[in-house]
C-alpha cells in the first residue's frame, strides 16, 4: 500500500483523504478514522464531518482546480 497522504478534492462530491491522517474537531476531539475515508463538503451529510453521499440528492456541484 502506498504512504503518501493525500486529500483529493472530487468534482461535486466529498473530500477523499488517505494516509494515517488524524481528524480531530475544534476542541481537539479524535474521531475514529480509516486509512481512507470521505469528508462532507457540501453541508448536507446526516454523518458529518464523513460523507453519506447526500451530496447527489442535494445537487452540490464544485469543481475546484489549483
Known sequence: MNDKLQIKVNDNGPLLVSGDIELVDAE?????????????????SSTKPYCDGTHKKAGFESKPRV
Open 28 to 44: 481537539g476531539n479524535a474521531y475514529t478514522t480509516k486509512r481512507i475515508y470521505s469528508l462532507c463538503r457540501c453541508g448536507h
